[in-house]
């Protein structure tokens, strides 16, 4: 079995200088995208300064994948830009993944992230707004492991039209009842208004076929808000990946 782990992205908005505002847009533009890549960079060096909380829902899943006894190969693919051991340098937890992590849009150590649209026909000139134009741009083979997977778990991550391009191809083929590869696909999302966004993200990227997706796949939605109260929930997902109950207790309450 090969498992895969998405987490979420980050985002945030800086104002630019109105000096710029006489050159012709695509300039002022251009470098308008810089300097929010390089705010963006900047808020994120200060966030990543705060301690991990060891004991969140998002640190007990990933825990969980993380201390499976079998063979199985563990990938995660993170849409944040921060890096695991810059969080908590001395943190047991953050050893566990830094081998494990793909950083699907740069991470702030390298100096650069990806900001931008998905691919989309666009005014020529305006090119560089798309996130495959950057010249930094070199993303894993997250769709590949995705097809390969056969437990795949979603954490956070609004699965938008914006990121559509890593996703839409996994979902159209789990759905599609043409040599069907049934899977474990588990959506991590905060209560029951992301949950339709959710839905709704689905539907559009199995071209209105959730139901099938459903039927083809082990597929279930957590809201994470409902976990504090019916723990059941994350024991369940977790014995997905282990069987001892003390390994369990021991990752729900470590």
């Excluded at 960079?41 to 969980?64: C, D, F, G, H, M």
């Excluded at 810059?86 to 702030?108: K, L, Q, R, W």
């Excluded at 899977?183 to 990227?205: C, G, V």
Aim: aromatic share 10%; hydrophobic share 35%; charged share 20%.
């Amino acid at each position: 079995k090969n498992g895969i782990l998405i987490l979420p992205r980050f985002s945030c908005y800086i104002s630019f200088s109105h000096e710029d505002i006489l050159n012709p847009p695509i300039e002022r533009d251009q470098k308008a995208l810089q300097l929010i890549k390089n705010g963006l960079i900047q808020y994120l060096i200060k966030v990543q300064q705060e301690a991990i909380n060891e004991n969140s829902i998002a640190a007990i899943v990933a825990r969980a994948f993380m201390r499976n006894k079998s063979n199985d190969q563990i990938v995660i693919y993170s849409f944040n830009y921060t890096s695991f051991s810059e969080v908590a340098p001395n943190s047991s937890f953050a050893m566990e993944f830094n081998d494990t992590i793909n950083y699907v849009h740069g991470c702030i150590l390298d100096g650069n992230i990806i900001l931008g649209t998905k691919d989309e026909k666009i005014v020529h000139n305006y090119d560089f707004i798309q996130k495959s134009f950057d010249s930094q741009y070199n993303p894993p083979a997250m769709v590949y492991d995705l097809m390969d997977a056969d437990d795949i778990t979603i954490f956070g991550h609004s699965l938008g039209i914006n990121d559509s391009q890593y996703f839409k191809a996994f979902f159209e083929r789990q759905s599609s009842s043409t040599n069907p590869q049934k899977k474990n696909i588990t959506i991590f999302t905060k209560d029951a208004k992301s949950e339709i966004e959710i839905k709704r993200s689905l539907q559009e990227m199995t071209n209105w076929n959730l139901t099938s997706l459903y039927g083809l796949n082990n597929l279930q939605i957590i809201k994470t808000d409902e976990c504090a109260n019916n723990p059941a929930l994350l024991r369940k997902y977790i014995k997905m990946y282990i069987d001892n109950e003390e390994d369990i207790d021991s990752i729900i309450h470590i």
